[in-house]
Each structure stands twice: as structure tokens, then as C-alpha cells.
């Protein structure tokens, strides 16, 4: 019997990945509940299961008394004593019970009991090991989807994806091998719940992280990235090591680094600058791809005018304003953008204003002079 349910432990062990003492303390949890339910709910009983031998030990406990008032919770001293010659009155006296015939009900509490327990503690478990690993990138196959989520199974438990947590367009099928963040982890009465992300700028820095060893090592430094989910990322980094280039460490070998992040964004353009603490530089280097002339700041406000060629004024401002916008996010300046011809026909008009002022200032001058000149009558 006691080969038998070490072998039934053990099973629950494998199959389950739960340690060997949460089983026992769930197992013992369930007997002592139907054998309490046996003897009519008895406070005093004690179940023990040895982790070796897996023998159930089973007493009940009674106090060492004098005169015994109450034999279903008291002993006599001298009954004590026969048991244990050293036990003195207010000790207590554990009495071995046989443990067999629970009867049909107990053996049915004992069996619910243990069902909950064991699922109770994989439950914590999974929690436990997911709860650390928020921010972080997991694996996963598509199980399936139905009312707007994607079930992904991670091994031990399937996380959810929301529609709204994918790159735009991504159509995910059932077992397409997937690569998400952990966004949260929270408790359900189902059990615990993890939600997925594909569209968080964090999970554009982990694959960072993955790829380059610098950036796990601490050498290379994410000063700050933001993101347009499927069309555009922008992330300025930095090195703690003059001898290395921290946009070159990004980029990798011929582009290997960076492209193996792009294929799993599904060719998402993303643009890596280094990072300045001149807002000038930086503003400069954030509305890359686009080249800027010239670039005045206003420090107080953090607003900065910026003068561009023709030619790239489209490129600076980006689609629908993209590039321009996640240039103000990285950089938390206010930019606006202005062509070389805008900025010549302002500076003309300036210029004119000021020679207009002058002209009429002369006239002015002029007038004056003349009525001095006149005869008087």
C-alpha cells in the first residue's frame, strides 16, 4: 500500500512540476479532513505522512489530566504514563488510531480535497514563476482565439494576447510560434492570468536585450525608445565604454541584430541614434532619417524651431506626421519644422519690416527739416 502511494505522489510530482513537500502537505491536508469527517469532527486528530516511506501516521491527542472528565479529549496520568513513563499532568499524549474503512463519504471528501489542493498548488507555483518575469520576453504557440484574444500556450499555462496587444495586420493562426512581453500577471478564481503584449515599447527593447550581448551586459544603455506598433521605432542609446560604438553594437554585423529584430516585427522600421545630453544633437539625430540645417532652441519651454531642405521636408515630418511625433516622445522637446525656403521668406519679411521702419523714420526726419526751413511770416 505504502509502494502504491509513493508511486501515486511521485506520478503527481512529474506531471504536475510540483515539489514533493507541497504534495504531502495537500495529501495530509485531505486525509486529516476525511478522517475528521469519519469520527465526527474531532479536533484533536494529528495526520502525518512520513516524505520517506510515505506511511500514514495517524493519532489522536488528549491531554494528561488528573480525573478525567471528558475521555474523547483526556487522559488519565497513569494511562499517560503507560504510554510515554515521562509525561506529567498539562503534557499531552498522542494516541496511534488504525487508519482504514473512512467509508464511501470520506474516501469522496478525502479524493475533492485533493483535487483542490494539488490544483491550489500549481496554481501558486505558475504564479510565482510568471509573476517574475513581467517585462520580459517569453515563447509560445497560438492555441487558438475567440472573442477578440489569442490563446497562447506557454508549456505550464495558456496567456491571453488581446487583438489590441498585436502588430496591425498580424493575423496569427493556430501554431505559429510567437515571441511576446509579459505585460501582467494578476490572480483569478480560474487561477492566475498573464497578458501578453507584441505592441509595448519594452517588448522592442527586450529583443534588443536578447540580441546584444552589450545591452545585457550593461555596456551598451537604452536611454529611451518609443514606438508606433507596425510602423516605426525610434531608440537612442548610449555606452559606458568609449571602445565601443553603442549604435554599431545595435546593428550588429552587416545588419544581423537589428534585422533579426525587424523580421520578428514583421518589418517594422526602426531607427537607432545615439543619445546626447546637447538638445540640439539630440533633436537633430531624433528626426532621423531627415537631415536638419539648423536648429533653434527655446530652453525655457522646451520648444526648438527646425530648418530643413526642401527636399526634406517630408522625410522630417514623416507620414501622417509620424516621424516628427515620436521625435517630440523621445526627446520630450516640442519641434516644429520649417523648410530653408519658409525660413528665407521669413527672414526676408523681417528684414523688410526693419528697412520699411527706417524709410519711414527718414521721412519722418525729413519733414521735420523742412518745416524749419520755411520763412516765417
Known sequence: MNKEFCYIIEQICREKAIPKDAVLKALESALLSAVKKRFSGKRNVELRIDPQTCEIHLSVLK????VVNNPEEEISLEEARKI???????????IPLELHDFGRIAAQTAKQV???KVREAEREIVYNEFKDKVGKIVSGVVTRKERGVYFVNLGRIEAQLPYRETL???NLKRGD???ALVLEVRVSPKGPEILLSRTSPDFVAELFRTEVPEIDDRIVVIENIVREPGERTKIAVTSNDPSIDPVGACVGMKGTRVQSIVRELRGERIDIIPWSDDPRMLISRALSPAAVDRIGINEEDRTAMVVVNDQQLSIAIGKRGQNVRLAMKLTGWEIDIISESEYSKIKQDEAESVFGETIEESRVEDEDENEDDKPAD
Open 63 to 66: 491531554d494528561v489530566v488528573e
Open 84 to 94: 510515554d513513563p515521562e509525561k506529567n499532568v498539562g503534557d499531552y499524549v498522542a
Open 114 to 116: 485533493i483535487v483542490q
Open 168 to 170: 496591425p495586420g498580424e
Open 177 to 179: 510560434a510567437i515571441k
